[in-house]
């Protein structure tokens, strides 16, 4: 909540203005540490069984596991400069009698990489919630607008009808292949496990030899992730690009949706527009202003996230011989920002297609204006069966369609129909009624409506 920041010091946007209140709590301090203790919990009770922690020693670990204390525990971080050396400091202060077995045996990143891996499967689990959510959305509009004719663009310019519930088609398309992704991703996510300093289990082995690896199936199971094979001190840093790579895809999708959302809300096209607040200022100078912040925020957030995946890489790439420690700043910065960011766009796109203005009127207007283009190719094809030279015909298309563009931007009117049934050219191999088949462009759009149809049940059935 805003009322917990101190807004006299620097606040991320992450903390308070970006990302639902779940996703920001999962990488908040408070929620780190309550991870961190779980793990050593787990550990604990693992090594309990195995007679390294007596059953007092382990119950008072468990009964101190959540009095997270971050003030205290800041103020040993101030002086021994190690964040978790403090929290573990700081719980055996309060465990009385357990304290001095927390963490026995393990290295800091037996915790630390086991607490973000369970961290990010509940990252993931909100972003794939809402994934499936914009799916649904995105469904609804198809099978609305399936059949629905509107202009197609190319090089944004204008090219042949399509409908509009195919072009819904193409963005939950995307969004299907991130979820598809996500899928793969998930089944990458896994926790460094007991290790070790080095990743080869050594001081646990020299405790309990073989029996090593069964603990360690044990304490994973009891946090509800798997654990890589192998490991150096840290789990392998390609998980964070994998995670990352995912994210930049979900954003990619968002950013492509968004602006072309911004193209067709504009004045130019004026067929869609995303929802605008009744007290919604547009801008401070100008009243009239009705600019598309939804769109542009979904943008500018995909910019960013998809250019922290390059630090992942670097982190990854870098990640010297068994483990270096520059991945560590960053790694507190990259993460939660793209998890937080894309949940952001996602929740964002989602207001977007609930409160989503379709323009019929101007989507008929601007087919009816530029619609007639698309009758050329198939009145170039006939007129070639007919017997017509390919290249002569096309030349004298075009010159139709360059006089027709003409006229439009003189009067806002297409002549183009009327040229073509009186150009003595064309009819010598097309006559007034072979010509006026092709002019009905609203049926020049193929198997759009039956594909739409088909992507909306794919859609519908992975997003269940």
């Known amino acids: 909540m805003k009322s917990d920041i101190d807004f006299n010091n620097y606040a991320s946007p992450f903390s308070w203005r970006y990302g639902s209140e779940q996703m920001r709590q999962i990488f908040s301090e408070v929620n780190k540490r309550r991870t961190w203790r779980k793990v050593w919990v787990e550990l604990a009770k693992a090594q309990s069984k195995r007679g390294l922690i007596s059953k007092e020693e382990l119950a008072d670990i468990v009964k101190n596991e959540n009095k ?8 040993i971080e101030e002086e021994i400069k190690h964040d978790l050396m403090a929290e573990i400091k700081t719980y055996a202060q309060q465990a009385k009698i357990g304290g001095g077995k927390i963490h026995f045996g393990a290295t800091s990143q037996d915790i630390e990489d086991n607490a973000d891996a369970v ?3 509940k990252a993931l689990d909100i972003i794939e919630k809402s994934i499936k959510d914009n799916l649904i959305l995105f469904a609804d509009k198809i099978d609305k607008y399936k059949d629905f004719v509107c202009m197609a663009y190319t090089h944004l310019q204008p090219a042949e009808p399509t409908t509009l519930g195919y072009r819904f088609g193409i963005y939950a398309q995307d969004l299907l292949t991130d979820l598809d992704l996500l899928n793969f991703v998930r089944g990458k996510v896994k926790g460094k496990g007991t290790k070790g300093a080095v990743g080869t289990y050594a001081s646990y082995f020299a405790l309990l030899g073989e029996k090593v690896m069964n603990m360690e199936e044990e304490v994973m199971a009891g946090l509800g992730i ?11 840093r390609k998980m964070d690009y994998l995670m990352l790579v995912l994210l930049s895809s979900i954003a990619q999708s968002l950013y492509k949706f968004a602006f072309d959302l911004r193209i067709l809300q504009s004045q130019g096209f004026g067929e869609l527009m995303e929802p605008f607040g009744k007290n919604q200022v547009g801008s401070s100078a100008m009243p ?3 600019n598309p912040i939804r769109a542009e925020k979904i943008c500018s957030l995909a910019r960013y996230i998809v250019s922290l995946s390059k630090v992942a890489w670097d982190n990854a790439a870098h990640s010297l011989l068994e483990r ?3 991945d560590s700043a960053s790694r507190r910065l990259i993460i939660p920002d793209a998890f937080i960011a894309t949940d952001e766009i996602l929740n964002t796109t989602k207001t977007i297609l609930e409160g989503l203005v379709v323009n019929e009127t101007n989507i008929k207007r601007n087919l009816e204006l530029y619609g007639p283009f698309a009758a050329i190719e198939p009145v170039l094809i006939s007129a070639v069966q007919k017997g017509a030279n390919r290249q002569e015909f096309h030349e004298i298309l075009r010159n139709h369609a360059l006089e027709a563009y003409e006229r439009i931007n003189l009067n806002g009117k297409n002549p183009l129909f009327d040229n073509l049934l009186s150009d003595k050219n064309i009819a010598k191999y097309l006559n007034g009624k072979e010509i006026a088949k092709h002019l009905d462009f609203t049926k020049h759009i193929g198997l759009a409506p039956k594909i739409s149809a088909q992507i909306s049940q794919k ?3 992975a997003a269940l």
Request: no cysteine; proline share 3%.
């Open 459 to 461: 859609v519908r059935k």
């Open 68 to 75: 997270i204390d971050i003030k205290k525990s800041h103020e």
């Open 119 to 121: 961290n990010f499967q």
């Open 324 to 326: 270096t420690l520059d």
């Open 288 to 290: 009239f202003k009705r």
């Open 226 to 236: 798997d654990a890589f094979d192998a490991a150096t001190q840290v789990y392998p």
